[in-house]
């Protein structure tokens, strides 16, 4: 492999993207736009439901307070309890009981908390005990956020590696490039490389611009995020190599690309909470570099998780991307 | 000496098509070969195998003696004919990425002189006119200082004035000493460029040749050509009933093939057939591929 020419190939790929203003403009207001969204929709006293989680409530099947009307009460088991209680500390529940204990968990920063006790008091549960956590609200935007950010790189990968290397191999780009010295691997690694660090920049960007206007959560390693979305691009950018590798049309690889970003952007987690869909359709989930991505960034950014709990994500992307990116090579024709 | 480029018994097949079967031939260094052949006869895909673009079913192609390969692509310079080059992408900047591809290279401002490029350098390649496009393209096949260049149908396109132009770089070019593969379907440009020229049909080898002894040795006669009207077309028919002459019709003209023009001539004002507008044109590759092949250059 010769620097030179992989250089070359790089720097006319990135002069390609930057100077199309409208291309750039997109990949960057595209994201901003559907997380400014998704926070203005979501602001507000709009939800007028309570929410409580209830550990055992068959033991105290008789109280008075199960019986009031706009509180949801979600069975939690056992087994899920110290889960519940840091969806108290994130006002993801307005408050978990224990039944049998007799015992309640609040947020001391909740309003919706506060008026619960009040009404759980009124209501027969004048014998539960309090017990107080603290922890910042967390949003349905900042829940939302990592998966937008992956989102915008899956289309950004997927559609500026595998649509324009279509595009070079219909209009004879690929076929000039072939009558020279230049090989594969350097064109690849070129195409490669260039989309991943403009997607890392406009990630980067559109990052710090949402959190100034949002400000929304960030409890993890900073250098642990950038790790996990520089994986998942690579997984992303390598899963394009292989739509680009032989398709002439680009109506099919718009096709095939459809087909491969249209059920990860909806089963990968970005949207909802994979919870409570069929255990097959889960399992399906995990075959989607989507859902690593925005398990693990989700994992850092809202629950500060260590490199070593995102393990087995980065690791299912690394696994990806050799895949795709040995797939992509070895199935590369020029023309 | 041995030939720069060597071409043996070369097939090239797509599904129940024979688009090149089994033609050899030689390109001596320095010159500049023709490849001319209606559309479909071949010889893009023939200049495609050569160019190591497309592989050969059969056959081989030897470079310098040797099988096309990494010394071939260092030295060959190739213009296709339609070539897409990267969008947002300067004429200086083009030029630069194809030249760092290269191991040895041009000195680019010199290529740029060449093709007459300075004062488009700084436009965006998607915004250049068809001619100015071609001086690029033939300006990127130039970058590598290139022992060989192939020029696959340049001038296709272009209006006469910038046609003429293109040959005139062409010609610059084969002062350079430099050999050139060039395909046309426009014989003036190959009886003008053109040291040697192959006529291809049906992906074969029909003639191949200098334009001069091909013709000389297909034709000894000149073509008579008068203005086509009614009444003479009558007269010409029974003359050529009575064996005196053959005519064809060629557009707004009739024409007459004859090694004697006195005599056919002198026939002709016998015949009381007004010899006003009448022209004698030597015969030419169009010609010679109509007497070959039973059709025109352009179908």
């Given at each position: 492999m010769r620097w030179q020419r992989f250089v070359s190939i790089l720097r006319a790929r990135d002069r390609e993207f930057l100077r199309d203003r409208s291309a750039l403009a997109w990949n960057i207001i595209f994201p901003l736009l559907i997380i400014l969204g998704f926070a203005f929709a979501f602001t507000?006293?709009?939800?007028n439901q309570y929410k409580i989680g209830v550990i055992e409530q068959h033991e105290d099947a008789l109280l008075t307070f199960y019986t009031t009307d706009y509180i949801q009460f979600i069975p939690i088991e056992e087994s899920e309890k110290v889960l519940a209680i840091d969806k108290v500390k994130r006002h993801q529940l307005d408050m978990l009981l224990d039944a049998r204990l007799k015992r309640y968990w609040m947020n001391d920063s909740s309003p919706s908390g506060y008026m619960l006790e009040k009404v759980l008091a009124g209501s027969g549960g004048e014998a539960y005990q309090k017990q107080l956590v603290q922890g910042e609200q967390i949003r349905y935007v900042d829940w939302l956020i990592p998966g937008v950010l992956g989102m915008n790189m899956m289309f950004s990968a997927l559609f500026g590696v595998g649509y324009v290397v279509v595009r070079y191999r219909k209009n004879g780009v690929l076929k000039r490039l072939k009558a020279t010295p230049l090989n594969a691997l350097e064109f690849l690694s070129a195409q490669v490389v260039s989309r991943l660090w403009l997607i890392m920049a406009i990630t980067s960007g559109v990052f710090i611009g949402c959190n100034l206007l949002i400000n929304f959560a960030m409890h993890g390693s900073y250098l642990n995020l950038f790790l996990v979305y520089v994986l998942g691009a690579f997984s992303m950018v390598s899963m394009g190599l292989i739509v680009a590798a032989r398709v002439k049309s680009e109506e099919m690889a718009g096709g095939l690309l459809n087909m491969l970003s249209w059920p990860m952007m909806f089963l990968s987690g970005v949207w909802f909470s994979l919870e409570g869909l069929h255990p097959w359709i889960q399992k399906l989930a995990l075959v989607f570099p989507l859902t690593h991505i925005t398990q693990a960034a989700r994992g850092i950014m809202?629950?500060?998780?260590s490199l070593s709990a995102i393990l087995p994500n980065l690791v299912a992307l690394l696994v990806m991307s050799i895949i795709f990116l040995l797939l992509g090579v070895l199935l590369f024709r020029w023309e | 000496m041995l030939p720069i480029l060597q071409v043996k018994q070369l097939h090239k097949q797509f599904k129940r098509l024979k688009a090149v079967n089994g033609v050899s031939f030689e390109v001596p260094e320095g010159i500049c070969l023709g490849l001319l052949g209606p559309n479909g006869a071949g010889k893009t895909t023939t200049v495609e195998m050569l160019e190591g673009i497309k592989t050969p079913d059969k056959g081989a192609i030897l470079y310098r003696g040797k099988p096309l390969g990494d010394e071939f692509k260092n030295k060959a310079g190739i213009m296709f004919q339609s070539t897409a080059l990267q969008d947002f992408i300067t004429v200086q900047e083009s030029l630069e990425l194809f030249q760092c591809l290269y191991p040895d290279v041009s000195d680019l401002q010199q290529v740029i002189q060449d093709c007459a490029l300075g004062d488009f350098l700084d436009q965006d390649t998607a915004s250049l006119s068809g001619g100015q496009r071609q001086r690029v393209l033939l300006a990127i096949a130039m970058v590598n200082d290139p022992d060989i260049i192939f020029l696959d149908e340049p001038t296709t396109g272009l209006d006469p004035q910038a046609r003429h132009n293109f040959w005139r770089l062409i010609e610059k070019i084969k002062q350079q000493n430099k050999t050139i593969v060039l395909t046309t379907h426009y014989m003036d440009e190959a009886y003008r460029l053109c040291d040697e020229i192959i006529i291809m049909d049906h992906g074969k080898i029909i003639a191949e040749g200098t334009p001069g002894d091909l013709l000389s040795k297909h034709f000894n006669d000149v073509v008579i050509q008068i203005p086509v009207s009614v009444s003479l077309e009558t007269i010409l028919g029974l003359l050529e009933g009575q064996g005196k002459l053959s005519f064809s019709r060629n557009q707004d003209r009739f024409e007459i093939c004859t090694s004697d023009v006195n005599q056919t001539v002198k026939l002709l004002l016998e015949a009381n057939i007004?010899?006003?507008g009448l022209q004698i044109r030597e015969r030419t590759l169009d010609d010679l591929f109509l007497e070959l092949t039973g059709k025109g250059l352009r179908q």
């Open positions: 507000g006293d709009q939800v809202l629950d500060g998780a | 007004s010899l006003s």
